[in-house]
């Protein structure tokens, strides 16, 4: 559907078209698909861009699942040098390298298809530039979160979406595992008379009533963690670092990680391999990130929107 959307054949093709997929049924792997078939198949060009080096490796160790070779280009890796190794052009980018002098080595008229992962943040302007430097390129969204902060839409970007797969959907036909919601009660955290700015809570306000209530709130949710491989999320880095202290405190072994530390992919693949208990992040591991053996969320980042 997605690939017919956008299609010459297709006699009302859009230049555009996304796929809005929950968490979890398969975004990167039909994507995988699409960049193979194209490169292999169609002989096009195609481009995957993400917005961080997990994601990146995701996408890559998808397409080398299904024997597609594709090239990096992030940070030292630059793909442009290395397009003589393979006859099938698929490059897996990072949006935040991809811009400046960067971007426009690529000449214009490259790439025949572009694949927005987490294609809600193609509003952001460096990502922007993608859609105005390659003009002839036809664009492929995937997200699971279509609704924004700022109201927007991304059928403003990505004018026609074929595949909806919506998360009910998934659980009834046994492709996604029922949530089971628990909550933690902690009377003292009183969110009325926190602002709400730009759609959510104002993040400096919110800050100060978690990390107050930090040890409280790791206390109340220790019982229902029970011991699982849990993924903390917190509003701040300062709080995310906080709770993980806490839990330290308490006995159950936790680590915090950002975009920033040293030992970040350490504390992640030591995470994945069951070496402690609880992660705690902000905004690192929450979007696409796959971490098979979490068994819990504690969702410690209380929000006002919908689009969180």
């Not at 009302?12 to 997929?21: P, Q």
């Not at 996408?59 to 003589?84: K, S």
């Not at 393979?86 to 949006?95: G, L």
Request: charged share 25%; with cysteine.
């Amino acid at each position: 559907k997605l690939l017919w959307s956008i299609s010459k054949r297709n006699p009302n093709a859009a230049t555009a078209a996304a796929a809005v997929m929950a968490t979890g049924t398969g975004k990167t792997a039909c994507g995988a698909e699409i960049a193979r078939k194209v490169a292999q198949v169609f002989k096009r060009k195609v481009l995957i861009v993400c917005n961080q080096t997990e994601l990146i490796d995701q996408w890559l160790e998808a397409l080398e699942r299904i024997g597609a070779f594709a090239l990096r280009e992030q940070a030292t890796d630059r793909a442009i040098e290395e397009l003589g190794k393979t006859e099938d052009v698929i490059v897996v980018a990072s949006q935040q390298s991809l811009v400046k002098q960067r971007l426009e080595q690529w000449p214009e008229d490259f790439f025949n298809l572009i694949i927005h992962d987490e294609c809600d943040l193609a509003f952001a302007p460096t990502w922007a530039k993608l859609f105005e430097h390659f003009v002839t390129a036809r664009h492929i969204g995937l997200t699971a979160t279509p609704d924004r902060l700022d109201g927007d839409m991304i059928t403003t970007i990505f004018p026609v979406v074929p595949f909806t797969y919506p998360l009910a959907q998934a659980v009834a036909e046994g492709w996604l595992v029922r949530p089971i919601e628990k909550r933690a009660q902690h009377e003292e955290i009183d969110l009325t008379k926190i602002r709400v700015t730009k759609g959510d809570f104002d993040l400096k306000e919110l800050d100060v009533v978690i990390s107050d209530n930090i040890s409280n709130l790791a206390e109340a949710s220790i019982p229902l963690i029970d011991n699982k491989p849990t993924i903390a999320f917190l509003p701040t880095i300062f709080t995310s670092k906080l709770m993980a202290d806490a839990f330290n405190n308490l006995g159950l072994s936790a680590r915090s990680v950002d975009g920033k530390s040293k030992t970040r992919d350490t504390d992640i693949q030591d995470f994945r391999d069951g070496k402690y208990t609880v992660i705690c992040n902000c905004n690192l591991i929450n979007r696409g990130v796959d971490i098979p053996r979490a068994e819990n969320a504690l969702l410690a980042a209380p929000t006002a929107s919908r689009a969180k």
